[in-house]
């Protein structure tokens, strides 16, 4: 069954220090959304992605936080001088249409734990 | 504003008993979904079920089942004849018709114990 891919799976950045979050969606899938989990708390959404724009975004994500889908394939999130609270778990997900257009849900890559020092 | 409880933090069973998971949700949509995902140790997110706003009928897929009131506007998890491998944390979320504004709920740390 096809999947999300996260890469990697573990990132370790001095704050201050830029990083980038890699994510292959599904190949067929057009909508593509970022998520971040700060250790013990809930999941939180970062932003939605399609047609090469975005599409939504929460408070959460503000300048210091950007995405990119450079190449076709690949979905990055790029985090700019990064923060001691921006440690946490970033899930990557994709979706082949609205939940309202289909059946499909969004799919879930396994995440990257991202570790400022 | 959307917004998901879940008021149980952690629950713990013991293998083989029947477990509900509540869930509430407040929304001011018409048309809405409703997911569970689980999320065991390992850490990925496992999507359980996602439920239309129009479809109120209940679910079950095996020990699980789901039952969707929208006059409480509750969508509570059932598992039935609980396992040690049903122990993880269960988030229930919701997000509008357009698969947008996707809110999840603060989560459910469920233990099966043997």
């Known amino acids: 069954e096809p999947e999300v891919t996260q890469t990697p799976s573990h990132q370790v950045t001095q704050m201050g220090q830029e990083v980038i979050l890699h994510c292959v969606p599904i190949?067929?899938?057009?909508?593509f959304y970022w998520y971040r989990q700060i250790l013990g708390q809930k999941v939180e959404f970062l932003v939605s992605f399609y047609n090469n724009e975005i599409s939504e975004k929460s408070e959460i994500f503000d300048d210091q936080f950007s995405v990119e889908r450079p190449d076709g394939s690949n979905f990055t999130l790029k985090i700019r001088s990064t923060k001691l609270e921006d440690s946490a778990m970033y899930f990557c997900?994709?979706?082949?249409?609205?939940?309202?257009?289909?059946?499909?849900?969004?799919?879930f890559g396994d995440g990257t734990r991202l570790s400022i020092l | 504003a959307q917004k998901v409880t879940q008021a149980q933090t952690e629950i713990s069973v013991v293998e083989k008993e029947d477990v509900t998971l509540d869930c509430v949700y407040e929304t001011r949509d018409t048309t809405y979904y409703l997911f569970w995902y689980k999320q065991p140790p390992s850490g990925e997110l496992v999507f359980l079920i996602r439920?239309?706003?129009?479809?109120?009928q209940n679910e079950i897929s095996g020990r699980y089942s789901w039952n969707f009131q929208k006059s409480t506007s509750s969508f509570n998890f059932t598992i039935t004849a609980s396992q040690v491998v049903d122990s993880a944390v269960y988030f229930c979320a919701l997000s509008d018709n357009y698969g947008q504004n996707f809110v999840f709920g603060p989560g459910t740390r469920l233990s099966v114990l043997p």
């Open positions: 997900a994709s979706s082949e249409a609205l939940p309202g257009d289909s059946n499909q849900p969004q799919h």
């Open positions: 190949s067929n899938h057009l909508y």
């Open positions: 439920r239309n706003s129009f479809d109120e």
